[in-house]
C-alpha cells in the first residue's frame, strides 16, 4: 500500500531558529501533499497545498513566510518552520494523494518544539 | 465557517457494544467522505471511506452510512473493543483539495 514518511518525528530547537520537516512518498508518485497543523486534543487544520514543480497555497492565516514549503520531486516535499517561536510547537502532519486517485495517505507526524 | 461538524466530541462504550460517530457537512462538492484513527503521538490512518454515490459501507465491524440529502455521515463500530479507543476524525473532500475534518471523537471503550 501507500507509504508515507515523515521526517523528523521528534525535534527540538531553540528560539529563532528553523527546522525543515521532510515528506516523503516512498512507493507512489504524489503531485500533490498537502501540510496540516494539529495542537494537543485538537483536530487536524490544512496549512497548504504543495504542488510538484509550482508555489504551494497557503490556507488563510498561514504565513507563507514563516512556513517555506518546497516540492521539488515526486516524492518528496519539505516544509521549514522559519525563525521558530514557541507558539510555533505543534504536531506537524504531511500527507500524500496518489495521482490520480482522491485517496490521502498521511505520515506518521513531526512533533516540533520550540524552546 | 466550519464546513464538517462531528458528534460527539467524546465517547464511552462499553466493551462489545456500538459506538456510533456522525458527522455533517456543508459543502456540497465534497465527494469524498473518509473516516482516519488516530493513535496518541501518530498520524491519521484511514479507517474506511465513502463516496456519495452509495448509502453504506462496510469493512469488517467498520460501516459508514451516507445521507447525501441530509448531508450526514456516521460511523458505527460494531463489537467495540478496548483496542478501538483512539481518537476518530471525519473528513470530507472533492477534486483537488485537501480534506477538511471534522475536530475529532475521542472515543474509549471500556472492558
Known amino acids: 500500500g501507500a507509504v508515507v514518511s515523515q521526517h523528523p518525528s521528534r525535534v527540538i530547537c531553540k528560539s529563532g531558529t528553523s527546522v525543515k520537516i521532510e515528506c516523503r512518498s516512498l512507493?507512489?508518485?504524489?503531485?500533490?501533499m498537502f501540510w496540516y497543523r494539529q495542537f494537543p486534543k485538537q483536530s487536524l487544520m490544512l496549512m497548504a497545498t504543495?504542488?510538484?514543480?509550482?508555489?504551494?497555497?497557503?490556507e488563510q492565516g498561514v504565513e507563507k513566510d514563516k512556513f517555506l514549503i518546497n516540492h521539488a520531486s515526486l516524492t518528496l516535499s519539505t516544509l521549514t518552520v522559519t525563525s521558530a517561536h514557541p507558539e510555533d510547537s505543534s504536531f506537524y502532519i504531511c500527507?500524500?494523494?496518489?495521482?490520480?486517485?482522491?485517496?490521502?495517505?498521511f505520515g506518521a507526524g513531526s512533533r516540533l518544539t520550540v524552546l | 465557517q466550519q464546513q464538517v461538524k462531528q458528534s460527539p466530541q467524546s465517547l464511552i462504550v462499553q466493551k462489545g457494544g456500538i459506538s456510533i460517530i456522525n458527522c455533517a457537512y456543508e459543502?456540497?462538492?465534497?465527494?469524498?467522505f473518509p473516516w482516519y484513527q488516530q493513535f496518541p503521538g501518530k498520524g491519521p490512518a484511514l479507517l474506511i471511506a465513502?463516496?456519495?454515490?452509495?448509502s453504506e459501507k462496510k469493512e469488517g465491524r467498520f460501516t459508514i452510512s451516507f445521507n447525501k440529502s441530509a448531508k450526514q455521515f456516521s460511523l458505527h463500530i460494531m463489537d467495540s473493543q478496548p483496542g478501538d479507543s483512539a481518537t476518530y476524525f471525519c473528513?470530507?473532500?472533492?477534486?483537488?483539495?485537501?480534506?477538511?475534518f471534522g475536530k475529532g471523537t475521542h472515543l474509549i471503550i471500556q472492558p
Open positions: 500527507s500524500a494523494r496518489l495521482s490520480g486517485a482522491n485517496v490521502l495517505t
Open positions: 512507493d507512489f508518485q504524489a503531485t500533490t
Open positions: 504543495s504542488n510538484e514543480g509550482s508555489k504551494a497555497t497557503y
Open positions: 459543502n456540497t462538492a465534497f465527494d469524498y
Open positions: 465513502i463516496r456519495p454515490d452509495v
Open positions: 473528513a470530507a473532500g472533492g477534486g483537488a483539495d485537501g480534506l477538511t
